[in-house]
Each structure stands twice: as C-alpha cells, then as structure tokens.
C-alpha cells in the first residue's frame, strides 16, 4: 500500500553527505529539505566543519520545516572531548500545514537511512534546539 510516508525518495546524496560528516567530520552540519514536487529529501546546506553553531541555526528557515543534522561538540565532566550526531526535525509553527505533515510523515524512515543519530529533537521554534537543550540532551 502506496503512502505518503513511504512514497519520499532519498537523494543518494543526502546519505553520502551524512557518512562524511560522521566518518571524515567534513562538514559541522547538514540541512535537507523535502522536495515536494520531485517526493524526495534532498541536502540544501552543508556547513562548514568551522562554522557556529549560530551559523546552523540562521540556516533554517523561519517559516519552512526542514531536517538537519549537526556535529555536537562537547566537554565530558571528566575532561574528555566527545561529540555527538544530532537529528533535529525543524517545524515551525509558521510553517504550513501540508508541510508538516509531509515532513513528519517521513521523519523516521529518513532518519533511519542515517545511521548513527546519536540525539534526536523536535524543534518549532529557535529555544526548542537551542545549545543548552542540546547540551542537555548529551549528557
């Protein structure tokens, strides 16, 4: 049975783009946009390994859903350095409703064709995903 959820492609590039991030950290993050018309997840930016974590989030849309993943680099309490594959499903509540429901319709079976998500939010507006959220989720 044909549905929504099982009927949006990947790009092959949306993976490769992933594996490079987690196994060569080439890039800090990544942001990918349903293509509604072409039914398929596509990257939109990759950030550089340099960029802040502002950069990242001036990336996504005010008022459009998008997934991203980002490079989380973190400090233990016992001073050692680690980091963390953050899976961040960004809907705005501006955003429309078809949207929405588009991108949380295809939200688990995207994220399975990463592996290696370590942390997952759900952010619809900037504070939802800010760093310190992050951070307490990685603990």
């Not at 929504?4 to 783009?17: E, F, I, N, T």
């Not at 990918?32 to 340099?50: A, F, H, R, S």
């Not at 960029?51 to 859903?65: I, K, M, R, T, W």
């Not at 078809?98 to 504070?127: H, N, W």
Request: aromatic fraction near 10%.
């Amino acid at each position: 049975m044909a549905n929504a959820a099982s009927g949006m492609a990947v790009h092959d590039d949306c993976k490769l783009k992933f594996l490079e991030l987690k196994a060569k950290r080439t890039y800090r993050f990544i942001v990918y946009k349903i293509e509604e018309k072409q039914k398929e997840v596509v990257v939109e930016k990759l950030g550089e390994p340099t960029d802040s974590y502002e950069v990242f989030s001036a990336s996504l849309p005010a008022d459009e859903c998008r997934y991203a993943v980002y490079d989380f680099d973190f400090v233990t309490e016992e001073n050692v350095p680690r980091s963390r594959i953050v899976f961040i499903a960004w809907c705005p509540d501006t955003s429309k409703v078809r949207s929405k429901m588009i991108y949380a319709s295809s939200k688990d079976r995207f994220k399975r064709e990463l592996d290696g998500i370590q942390v997952e939010l759900q952010a619809t507006d900037p504070t939802e995903m800010g760093l310190d959220v992050i951070r307490s989720r990685t603990n």
